[in-house]
């Protein structure tokens, strides 16, 4: 188990659960399903981290919702993120 007795399904779907509901609230939806039925779960490999963290990042942009990743208002990137440099990003400083 991940922490105690909860599993991972588990804690995802207390998550996704909490985040459905604060985020109809915002927008005022009652009854209506936010998120898709399936989940898409990954283990990250070792060594690997870096190219999962820019694919993620660089979603807005590839979706053309921005052009730079640092202006998509839910991004965040640590400036100590060991290897940034590496993935061709740059932290909002």
Do not use: C
């Not at 009652?30 to 283990?43: A, C, I, K, L």
């Amino acid at each position: 188990s991940v922490t105690g007795e909860k599993t991972l399904p588990k804690i995802m779907q207390s998550l996704k659960g909490f985040t459905a509901r604060e985020a109809n609230k915002l927008l005022g939806h009652t009854g209506e399903q936010f998120w898709q039925p399936e989940s898409y779960d990954r283990v990250v490999r070792e060594g690997r981290l870096g190219n999962t963290v820019r694919y993620i990042l660089m979603n807005p942009v590839h979706a053309g919702l921005v052009e730079d990743w640092r202006d998509w208002p839910g991004s965040y990137l640590s400036p100590n993120f060991l290897g940034i440099e590496t993935l061709g990003l740059k932290p909002r400083m």
